[in-house]
């Protein structure tokens, strides 16, 4: 049975920041993180507009930072830049299927259509760091060409340990039901990633040869959801973790920028409640902290001091 060391934390596009990975910490404090992904060129040259640029882990835990990029030398960088600020290891992001990244950026998923330049990357970047590098893909471009087991294969060879698979094309994206092959015979260990919600779904997973699973979707909303996978309890008071959510969220980014932010955070947390529907469409158009703060505590029925 997996042990605490192979449940994962997915990599989330604007989710996976550190006040997230803070609450998720309270529930799972020795579980595998990793970061939502930093793009190569904004961070090698320190952009200001990116708050993830600046972040430091050494009081993370387990956590890899995961990057993404067409170009290797630039990649190499970053990874440097990302080992000296306490990540524990460097994730390659080569599934992201949205069209900035997968074409117009030739990053993420486009990684899949071109392995010489796929490997390049992960040779590179194995090179720069003293520290693991991982890759996170999925199975294939289209279901035309489900090549995943040659980009492990090339993977393995350039030196990268494991490999997180997203049991999807990227023509997919995240529609369907994901679809985990055998993996047994891979040269590298692999981590199931895709519609992971139950135990008996991590069961299925460490059946087919995965040496681990990677939770992403199942936690928005819900935090606790990997400490619950390893046997724990669901918490009772929402209200207080949504708030202590929120007081993370504006000390990071500010009240502007980070009360409209927490919006989609609030709704995630809401989400099958009685009245949820009502909350949200008022949530939305809050713009104001004290407000915002309000509306939480009234839903949730807990008195805090604003």
Request: hydrophobic share 45%; net charge neutral.
């Amino acid at each position: 049975m997996f042990k605490k060391d192979n449940f994962f934390v997915a990599p989330l596009a604007g989710i996976t920041d550190r006040p997230f990975r803070a609450i998720v910490r309270q529930f799972s404090p020795d579980v595998s993180m990793v970061t939502e992904m930093i793009s190569c060129h904004s961070l090698v040259a320190s952009h200001k507009n990116c708050q993830r640029n600046f972040d430091t882990y050494e009081s993370e835990g387990n956590i890899g930072a995961q990057i993404f990029g067409a170009d290797a030398e630039l990649m190499a960088d970053a990874a440097r830049i990302l080992q000296d600020n306490g990540a524990k290891w460097i994730d390659i992001n080569m599934g992201c299927p949205v069209p900035k990244v997968a074409t117009r950026a030739g990053a993420g998923a486009f990684l899949m259509r071109d392995h010489k330049l796929a490997g390049e990357i992960m040779e590179s970047v194995v090179r720069a760091v003293d520290i693991p590098v991982s890759i996170k893909t999925r199975l294939g471009w289209d279901d035309a060409h489900q090549d995943w087991t040659d980009l492990v294969d090339i993977a393995a060879g350039c030196g990268v340990k494991f490999v997180a698979l997203h049991g999807r094309t990227r023509a997919a994206g995240y529609t369907g039901v994901a679809v985990h092959p055998n993996v047994s015979n891979s040269p590298i260990p692999i981590i199931a990633n895709g519609d992971i919600q139950t135990m008996d779904n991590v069961k299925e997973m460490e059946s087919l040869g995965y040496a681990g699973v990677m939770i992403g979707r199942a936690m928005l909303g819900a935090p606790w959801k990997l400490h619950e996978l390893m046997g724990g309890v669901r918490p009772d008071d929402i209200g207080r973790i949504v708030l202590h959510h929120l007081d993370l969220v504006i000390d990071y980014y500010g009240v502007r920028a980070g009360v409209p932010l927490f919006r989609k955070h609030a709704a995630w947390y809401s989400a099958g409640l009685p009245g949820a529907s009502a909350f949200r469409v008022a949530v939305n158009q809050i713009t104001d902290l004290t407000e915002l703060k309000d509306k939480i505590s009234e839903f949730w029925g807990c008195v805090v001091k604003i």
